[in-house]
């Protein structure tokens, strides 16, 4: 490897840390906190099905999903247990049905009542599970109910609208679905669970922990066998074609840093063919400046494949604090590869 490789080499590794400061972590919207129902030893969840079915916010345009659940309980006997679910960021508006009979939200009134399920402690109020499990919650985002069990088989249907935790900067928004199975391994026994989750044309599954799925017509359904006590993790994308998925993954400063790459060597070979001062001068002064007109145009470019009008774009901050770093580093690899040609010529 000559001087000049080498020095090739050296500038592209200086210039790294400009694409690691770039990659900045971005924020999010958090999405609601729910759960199974936590419930009784004395009856028996022979399934659940959960339908999920995302509907978009028609002024800020992003996700939200509509929950329709079933649980298939058996009971032994006739009962009337106590049902608690936490529901955390969830809708104002929440239905319940017990066998298709309206059930009434009851608020949980300390004062007045001791409730198995909640140990007040002096570091707050938590949800007991079992003996050696217990969770810390606020008692606002706890759905509590009575539920009037016939014997043999019965149904309740609980209805309510989500958040979904979604990131506020970049060109998609991602969306995180959580649904929390923890409680599911503290009744009697809790069997097989059905997730069906209906989603539009500008939409794509892109990530989930339940394993295959079966996808048709935008309805994606899975099956969590009984025992599987993992909570539910699915990400949802915005659709996006295939140039879009690759100039994303380049990213901005992948692309402006792959046009930096390129201006360097035509001005490396401008160089070689004619190493003046105003060569030298010329190149030093524009290919930085237009390393950033490229960072900046390929947000352009990237909304343009997407068929938006505008995202959030790069920070002139970035700019400032790493324009004065380019400059010194370019200059000083090309006053290095000029020195290097003119003692070659000679």
């Known amino acids: 490897m000559n001087f000049i490789q080498k020095l090739n080499v050296s500038f592209l590794l200086c210039i790294f840390p400009l694409l690691v400061f770039g990659n900045m972590a971005k924020p999010w919207v958090d999405g609601s906190q729910h759960s199974v129902l936590f419930g009784s030893s004395n009856a028996v969840v022979k399934r659940e099905i959960i339908d999920i079915r995302l509907i978009k916010e028609p002024v800020d345009q992003y996700y939200y999903a509509e929950y329709k659940i079933k649980y298939f309980i058996h009971s032994d006997e006739k009962q009337t247990i106590p049902l608690v679910f936490l529901a ?7 239905e319940i049905k017990i066998n298709n009979r309206p059930a009434l939200i009851q608020k949980l009134d300390f004062e007045k009542n ?7 402690k002096k570091n707050g109020m938590f ?5 050696d499990s217990e969770v810390m919650v606020n008692p606002e985002e706890l759905i509590y109910f009575s539920a009037n069990l016939e014997k043999g088989e019965n149904i309740i249907e609980v209805n309510y609208d989500a958040f ?8 998609i928004r991602n969306y995180k679905l959580e649904y929390s199975l923890y409680p599911s391994k503290f009744w009697k026994s809790f069997g097989r669970i059905e997730v069906n989750l209906k989603i539009d044309d500008d939409a794509e599954i892109t990530e989930s922990n339940l394993g295959d799925l079966d996808i048709k017509d935008n309805l994606a359904k899975w099956i969590i066998k009984s025992g599987n006590h993992e909570n539910i993790k699915i990400v949802i994308s915005e659709k996006t074609s295939i140039l879009s998925k690759i100039l994303m993954f380049i990213n901005p400063l992948g692309i402006a840093f ?15 063919r004619n190493p003046k001062t105003y060569i030298f001068v010329l190149g030093i002064i524009l290919v930085p400046i237009l390393f950033y007109v490229i960072y900046f145009f390929s947000y352009d470019l990237i909304n343009l494949s997407l068929g938006k009008k505008h995202t959030k774009h790069g920070s002139i901050v970035f700019i400032v604090l790493t324009y004065p770093f380019l400059l010194l580093i370019y200059w000083l690899a090309m006053w290095l590869i000029r020195k290097e040609i003119k003692t070659q010529s000679h």
Do not use: H, P, V, W
């Open 88 to 94: 955390l960021g969830i809708s104002a508006e929440k």
């Open 114 to 120: 001791d409730y198995s399920f909640i140990e007040k």
């Open 127 to 131: 949800l007991k599970y079992a003996e």
């Open 164 to 171: 979904l935790q979604y990131n506020t900067s970049g060109f």
């Open 258 to 272: 792959l046009g930096l790459i390129g201006l360097f060597f035509i001005n490396l070979k401008l160089l070689r």
